[in-house]
């Protein structure tokens, strides 16, 4: 009898070490898209002022960052050819926009596999003393290759504790998420950074 307890004792053990061994171990890492970190393609548009950057990113990915009209549109991938055929660079906010420069990279295990950027939308019915829309804030959820398309929304005025939100929305969906069936998550409380997005 005491060897079969011991046995089982052993068994218990050995599960509860390969549970702690299993368990992935999530972080965040950091890079800019600063137009000086970043390569200019071409030259700024003289109609438009449209412009086209690569980005340094991690693991081999590059970021790439088309803006026209006074919207922007962010992408990743291996370079800069990948990363435009990708569903992100086809996903355009409606309002004037513009991206952060920080981009937060969620990994587990140390690979990536989301990254979180904090976005400005431009509100008209909410004009300042100059009669200039200002901006609201919102966070962007995005997956990373194979598949790059946003993932979640997180309004940064409605949540103040928007980047936990984001980063746990990148922890539970980014991986799993189906870019061409799926619906981006509205993560938290919705406000008027996720009503001008959602329109």
Same mark, same amino acid.
């Given at each position: 009898m005491k060897h079969v307890i011991v046995a089982c004792? *052993?068994? +218990? +053990?050995? #599960?509860g070490c390969y549970g702690q061994a299993s368990a992935q171990s999530f972080g965040s890492s950091y890079t800019s898209t600063a137009p000086e970190? #970043?390569? %200019?393609?071409?030259k700024p548009s003289d109609l438009d002022g449209s412009t086209t950057r690569v980005c340094?990113?991690?693991?081999?990915?590059? /970021?790439? *960052?088309?803006?026209?009209d006074l919207r922007e549109i962010v992408s990743v991938g291996k370079n800069r050819a990948t990363a435009a055929k990708e569903p992100a660079a086809g996903v355009w906010f409606g309002p004037f926009n513009s991206s952060e420069h920080t981009v937060e990279w969620r990994a587990a295990d140390g690979k990536p596999f989301a990254i979180i950027q904090r976005?400005? *939308? =431009?509100?008209?019915?909410?004009?300042?003393? %100059?009669?200039?829309?200002?901006?609201?804030?919102? +966070? /962007? /959820?995005?997956r990373l290759p194979p598949g790059v398309c946003h993932v979640a929304y997180v309004d940064a005025i409605a949540?103040?504790? =928007?980047?936990e939100l984001a980063r746990k929305a990148a922890d539970d969906f980014a991986r799993g998420f189906? #870019?061409?069936?799926?619906? /981006?998550? *509205?993560?938290g409380a919705s406000g008027r950074a996720v009503e001008l997005v959602a329109r």
């Open positions: 004792l *052993i068994a +218990l +053990l050995a #599960c970190h #970043c390569r %200019q393609i071409g340094p990113g991690k693991a081999g990915l590059v /970021v790439l *960052i088309a803006e026209d976005w400005h *939308i =431009a509100d008209n019915s909410d004009p300042d003393k %100059q009669g200039r829309p200002k901006t609201k804030a919102l +966070l /962007v /959820v995005t949540n103040p504790n =928007a980047n189906d #870019c061409g069936n799926d619906e /981006v998550k *509205i993560t």
